[in-house]
């Protein structure tokens, strides 16, 4: 079973950084895809940043390109994502997820998500 916990959102202003943080509590990251998500208010959920299982592919959103880094380090079960030069329209819930699928963008291929953690950038 795959249980993720979120950590790090909160207030900052724009141009700022915040580093979001995922684990898993109950197993392994091991073979599992993991990525990003995140969701504006009335908007869908947006893919962000995924991450290879070994570590070495990594993919962005184009909204993120060059500002955002997704890592991880599966000896520790953690996931993180970077966020440099945030921008308002960066508010959002932020989402992590895993899936089995390697390559997975699409909100649907990813079955286990972490109950969110609230970024909001001031202008």
């Known amino acids: 079973q795959v249980h993720l916990v979120e950590s790090g959102g909160g207030l900052v202003q724009a141009g700022g950084s915040l580093t979001l943080s995922c684990a898993n509590s109950a197993r392994s990251f091991s073979g599992y895809y993991m990525a990003w998500f995140r969701q504006a208010p009335g908007k869908e959920r947006d893919f962000v940043a995924a991450?290879?299982?070994?570590?070495?592919?990594?993919y962005y959103a184009d909204a993120v390109k060059g500002r955002f880094t997704i890592s991880r380090d599966n000896a520790k079960n953690a996931v993180s994502l970077q966020m440099n030069s945030l921008k308002p329209e960066d508010t959002a819930v932020y989402y992590c997820a895993a899936s089995p699928n390697q390559g997975a963008t699409s909100r649907y291929e990813y079955a286990y998500w972490g109950q969110g953690t609230q970024v909001t950038v001031s202008s």
């Open positions: 991450i290879s299982w070994s570590g070495g592919r990594t």
